[in-house]
């Protein structure tokens, strides 16, 4: 049986941002747990065929979650995302970056600030992040690297963790 669930991914050139929301068939605390628990992020934060694995978590304001995106070769792509304000279960932001597997931030590529909000809805939990770059320029390369479809791909993962998860 297939439900339908939200999915919506906007881009506004004005203000550099990219608001994605997405609804999950789950309540809302396991949904947090998925996002805020390397354990749990490294099953699903990805798109297919990727895999994610964790060098360092530290959820706190202050913290830092420190992982790579490998691909099926083997191939690692890092990223470090800086945890800022943390609000549990409801609300999180956070600085993300790529990265060296030693954490040192890549200036080549942009930085974002993600703010992350949960939500109940229904029986289902609803994630909208909202993406925000420091120009067009940062912002444009990220939809050319493929963000949407990209995003699409994890969260489906996401969708089928939360399921396995549930029974």
């Known amino acids: 049986m297939s439900i339908h669930l939200q999915f919506d991914f906007l881009v506004d050139k004005d203000k550099n941002t990219m608001t994605i ?9 396991l949904v947090w747990d998925a996002y805020t628990k390397s354990e749990l ?5 990805a798109p297919k065929p990727f895999t994610t694995k964790t060098k360092h978590m530290d959820f ?10 490998v691909d099926p070769e083997g191939k690692e792509y890092w990223g470090r995302t800086d945890y800022q304000k943390i609000n549990p279960i409801d609300h999180y932001s956070a600085l993300d970056a790529f990265c060296d597997d030693n954490g040192d931030i890549n200036p080549e590529l942009p930085r974002a600030n993600w703010d992350v909000s ?3 809805k229904g029986e289902n939990a609803l994630v909208e992040t909202i993406v925000t770059y420091k120009s067009l320029t ?6 050319k690297m493929g963000m949407e479809e990209g995003m699409k791909l994890t969260l489906e993962k996401l969708d089928e963790l939360l399921q396995q998860i549930q029974g």
């Open 21 to 29: 929301r997405r609804e999950f068939r789950a309540k809302r605390q």
């Open 41 to 45: 992020l490294d099953q699903w934060f």
């Open 60 to 69: 706190r304001e202050g913290g830092y979650w420190l992982y790579a995106m």
């Open 118 to 120: 949960f939500q109940d």
């Open 138 to 143: 940062d912002l444009e390369t990220v939809i």
